[in-house]
């Protein structure tokens, strides 16, 4: 019995020792040095984990959960010796690192905390506050870093963050009784030491450095829980300084101004204004700026008046008009009577234009009947599209509930004799409504008072308003305006008759109607606008500039109103695509009748500004076709003709197309030193002129580099470099 017992267990035991080996070979060579190589990638992780670098902890934490998972992965290769032993390794490794981290990770803020201290004692503000964020990632509720970090932004003057974050702990964090007081006198301390500092950079004329001290301190007290600030001094610098910042604009733009830098003292101006407008309630102004913008809108127009004929004199005039804006009316008025003698640089044709435009300006209804709005509703329109509805369901639509039987109740006799007055209200024969009204209350309303009879009237008044204005609407929207007039002035005298246009029923009725006509008509005039636009364009496709400026003409006619600024962004686009080519043509056309009777001086000057308007305004890009006058100089091949005609281009200042122009004597194969004389007047000249428009020496040369790098051109370029930089010194530039 024992021998079978044996056997079977001898049995048993190599089933189990043969299963384990066939276990064991399943694993080829190449899968064994896979499988150690694994392994080995993670032991040489895991040996590398240090306590003494809690900042690298979370990277340990993902590089050990990688790991546990390759001790599960290979724990069924244990029969490998190989394997097993590298395995054996990892997963001690793997839990002693585990236990490490556990052990670590609830003191990693402190780790932080700590690094951070030293690193703010070291001077390194950035490393300490990158470790004291990193203490509050790991713990939130880090008491400590928090109150570093609140020291850190009161040293920044960052008082907004600073308060929010120190309060943040007090409500949020349950500090200790030493943390709270620190707290407080952290709270104190910051508001005492930036109030100081402001004060300081006012005193020093700092004024927006004050500013920006003063707005943090703003944002302190909005959050001051502890009754630290005291907000109305804070208010009171607070406009002491904002008014300095704007003072000290003012001074710069005048001393610029002084300098005959205009552009600088618009710039400066500017600046002084918007802030101005951001800030105007903690400002008082006292009239600096108005009388600024006089001053500088002058100057500008002085400027313009020596550039007469020149391009940039449109400019200076643009800036001069732009400025005007921000003065009293009569002063407004008188700059632009001055601008309006001046009109430099724009053509016949942009004057007619200009014209078009202040002839089709008209009222608009909520402006020719403004005794129905407030004084805040003149402003701009308003939404009224909701009163409107509620206007039309209470007296225009069939439903209506309202009428003149509404206010009182009445016998039947009564109402059989106003049974007319509803008849011809109902078929909107309105003038005998009132007739029929006034002869059936003529004798007075049995239990009625007088103001209930007068409340009869005024009922009837008011539907009949209201239908009126609504067919005028309607007539707007057919495009019938002749109509809406009429209906609105047959209104408006009904009213006046029966002296009811300060009731609030009608005053309600008749300012929502005319400012929705205003809308309504505005969008249709800019969809009429629109379609001409779109004609235009087509036109100018087909290169017909003639077509295409008569209907610029009626798209300007188009009216506007105060409350109908059209749109005409595109059509201002357009019109310089018509009016300049237009101009170029009618210049051209001088030119060609000039050189037919024989002035040949007013057909090189006609050709000269032609070529300018035509280089200008790159009517090339537009389909217009030109001969340079440098061609038409060369085809003539007689220099004395040339010297004549270059000379009067520069006495004209049309510089740059003297410049090419005198390069037609280089293609009949004139030397340079012929021209020499003739090339240092255009640069003596040229460069002058761009001195006064405040070209700086780098621009200026940047408009000739073309030809400044053709040797032809060598006295040119010597002389032009030599007076621009003398006219700079002379103005102080």
């Given at each position: 019995m024992?021998?079978i ?39 040489r ?23 546990e ?14 394997v ?34 030293a690193m703010?004692?070291?001077?390194d503000?950035?490393?300490a506050?990158?470790y ?10 880090h008491?400590l870093s ?12 960052k ?15 349950n ?8 707290i407080?006198g952290?709270?104190?301390y ?11 950079l006012?005193?020093q ?45 003012i ?9 005959e830098?205009?552009d600088?003292?618009e710039e ?18 006292d ?14 127009i002085?400027e ?5 004929g ?5 400019e200076y005039?643009?800036?001069?008009k ?13 700059l ?29 209804y909520?402006e ?11 402003v ?16 225009v639509?069939?439903?209506?509930k ?17 049974a007319?007055?509803k ?23 049995p ?5 209930d ?35 609105i ?18 005053a309600r ?23 001409y ?17 008569k ?11 105060r ?5 005409k ?56 076709s ?8 060369q085809?003539?091949r ?14 004209q ?20 030193s ?8 255009l ?38 470099k ?9 103005m102080?530039?």
């Open positions: 024992r021998n017992i044996r056997k079977a267990l001898l049995s048993v035991v190599g089933i189990v020792v043969l299963s384990l080996a066939v276990e064991a070979q399943s694993l080829s060579k190449a899968e064994q040095s896979a499988a150690v190589a694994n392994i080995d990638e993670y032991i992780l895991l040996s590398n984990f240090g306590y003494d670098t809690p900042e690298l902890m979370s990277d340990y934490e993902s590089q050990l959960s990688e790991a998972e390759i001790v599960k992965q290979y724990s069924n290769y244990k029969t490998d010796i190989v097993y032993e590298r395995w054996y390794i990892l997963s001690n490794l793997a839990k002693q690192n585990r236990e490490m981290i556990n052990f670590y990770k609830p003191k990693m803020a402190d780790c932080f905390y700590r690094n951070g201290v703010k004692e070291a001077g503000g950035k490393s506050t990158n004291f964020n990193k203490a509050i990632d790991v713990n939130p509720n008491v928090h109150l570093q970090l609140a020291v850190m932004d009161i040293d920044s003057t008082l907004g963050e600073a308060s929010e974050r120190l309060y943040n702990i007090m409500s949020a964090m500090p200790n009784a030493d943390e709270k007081a620190l407080k952290l709270l104190e910051a508001y005492n030491k930036n109030y100081m500092y402001a004060i300081s006012e005193q004329e700092k004024y927006p450095q004050a500013v920006a001290v003063m707005l943090e301190l703003e944002a302190f007290c909005e959050k001051d829980k502890l009754n630290i600030c005291d907000s109305m001094n804070v208010q009171n610098v607070l406009e002491r300084c904002r008014t300095g910042v704007y003072a000290a604009q001074d710069m733009a005048r001393k610029a101004l002084k300098s830098r205009n600088v003292a400066f101006a500017l600046a002084a204004y918007n802030y101005y407008s951001e800030n105007k309630e903690d400002i008082h102004d009239m600096k700026f108005a009388q600024l913008a006089k001053q500088i809108s002058e100057s500008y002085a313009a008046l020596e550039l007469r020149d391009p940039l004199a449109d005039m643009a800036h001069a732009a400025l005007a804006e921000y003065t009293d009316k009569d002063t407004r008025e008188l632009e009577a001055k601008i309006s003698t001046l009109n430099p640089g724009k053509t016949p044709l942009e004057l007619e234009y200009e014209a078009i435009e202040k002839e089709n300006v008209e009222e608009s909520a020719r009947f403004d005794n129905y709005l407030a004084d805040n509703e003149k701009e329109l308003a939404d009224v599209e909701a009163e409107i509805e509620k206007i039309e369901n209470d007296y639509n069939d439903n209506t309202q009428g003149i039987t509404s206010a009182i109740e009445l016998t039947e006799e009564m109402e059989a004799a106003l007319e007055t008849e011809y209200l109902a078929i909107g024969s309105y003038d005998k409504a009132l007739e029929a009204l006034d002869q059936a209350t003529k004798g007075g309303v239990g009625a008072t007088k103001a009879v007068n409340n009869m009237h005024l009922m009837a008044i008011r539907e009949i308003t209201a239908k009126r204005m609504s067919a005028a609407e309607f007539a707007v929207w057919q495009g019938e305006q002749d109509v809406a007039d009429s209906l002035a047959v209104t408006n005298e009904l009213i006046t008759t029966y002296d009811v246009a300060l009731d609030t029923g009608i009725i008749m300012k929502s109607y005319l400012l929705t006509l205003d809308k309504k008509l505005c969008s249709k005039r800019q969809d009429e606008l629109d379609a636009v779109y004609g235009i364009t087509d036109c100018l496709k087909r290169k017909e500039f003639v077509a295409a400026e209907l610029v003409r009626t798209a300007l006619a188009v009216p506007e109103s409350n109908c600024k059209l749109d962004t595109r059509l201002k686009a357009l019109m310089q695509q018509v009016a300049m080519p237009l101009e170029y043509l009618n210049l051209m056309d001088k030119a060609q009748t000039s050189f037919k009777y024989g002035d040949t001086s007013a057909y090189i000057r006609q050709y000269a500004s032609a070529e300018a308007l035509y280089n200008r305004y790159e009517l090339g890009t537009m389909g217009v030109h001969v340079p006058i440098r061609n038409m100089l085809q003539t007689n220099e004395d003709y040339m010297f004549k005609a270059l000379e009067l281009i520069i006495a200042k049309e510089y740059m197309v003297a410049l090419e122009a005198i390069g037609s004597m280089k293609d009949i194969g004139v030397k340079t012929k021209t020499k004389k003739l090339q240092e007047d640069a003596k000249n040229m460069s002058y002129d761009m001195a006064k428009q405040l070209y700086t020496y780098e621009a200026a040369l940047d408009t000739i580099i073309y030809y400044s790098t053709d040797k032809w051109y060598k006295h040119f370029t010597k002389s032009f030599k007076y621009m930089k003398k006219w700079l010194k002379e102080g530039l």
